[in-house]
């Protein structure tokens, strides 16, 4: 149940909300997960990997957007122009992947 500080009433949440809600949470998840095995991840792509550490860093990136659409979601915080802040951020780094991943496939860069 959901309390409406400001009239102090107390409203139910629809299924949809429920559902809307659980998914939200599954997906924060997930996307936690993938953060940690990017994060993990990184290291090895200093090296070998050059042009995965801009896909890694646009994974992390989509990992806080999602956590960022949970918080909001549940009201619990604002974000407002944050997540497309962060969604902005997130296509340069995937072009800069494709552009490095280019160079490397060339011979541009060693």
């Not at 090296?47 to 994974?59: E, G, H, I, T, V």
Request: hydrophobic share 55%; net charge positive; charged share 10%.
């Amino acid at each position: 149940m959901q309390l409406n500080a400001e009239r102090g009433v107390i409203l139910a949440l629809t299924p949809y909300e429920w559902v809307y809600g659980i998914s939200q949470i599954s997906t924060l998840l997930l996307s936690a997960v993938a953060g940690i095995i990017a994060l993990s991840l990184f290291s090895s792509a200093k090296n070998k990997l050059y042009p995965w550490r801009y896909l890694l860093l646009s994974l992390i990136f989509f990992a806080v957007v999602i956590a960022l659409g949970v918080l909001r979601t549940f009201g619990v915080y604002d974000v407002g122009p944050w997540t497309h802040i962060l969604v902005g951020i997130i296509l340069a780094s995937l072009i800069a992947a494709l552009i490095t991943q280019i160079e490397v496939s060339r011979g541009w860069l060693k």
